[in-house]
């Protein structure tokens, strides 16, 4: 069955970097454009970043334009989110969804904080 995990998530100083991981599997994810959304505490869930199945194209949400990277290995059947220059309003639980399929993974939090 379709399975997206996660990870990567946890407390960073603003400024801050992380790389969050989904790790996919039960479906061909080389043929699946991918995308990341966030949740954050008492708001909507909204869009991050997108990816096209061969990685030729992104789009990203102007809140996080010019500090996250959204990027993919079809040999590990993994997308990645790079996230430079965090700020505390990036606070959120960070999703990773596969569209063709409409599945999420659980999630992995991602807290910016001094």
């Known amino acids: 069955q379709v399975q997206l995990v996660e990870s990567g998530g946890g407390l960073v100083q603003p400024g801050g970097s992380l790389r969050l991981s989904c790790a996919a599997s039960g479906f061909p994810f080389s043929n699946s454009p991918m995308r990341w959304y966030r949740q954050a505490p008492e708001k909507e869930r909204e869009f991050v970043a997108s990816i096209t199945s061969i990685g030729g194209n992104t789009n990203y949400a102007h809140s996080v334009k010019g500090r996250f990277t959204i990027s993919r290995d079809n040999a590990k059947n993994t997308v990645y989110l790079q996230m430079n220059s965090l700020k505390p309003e990036d606070t959120a639980v960070y999703y990773c969804?596969?569209?063709?399929?409409?599945?999420w993974g659980q999630g992995t939090q991602v807290t910016v904080s001094s």
């Open positions: 969804y596969v569209i063709a399929y409409d599945y």
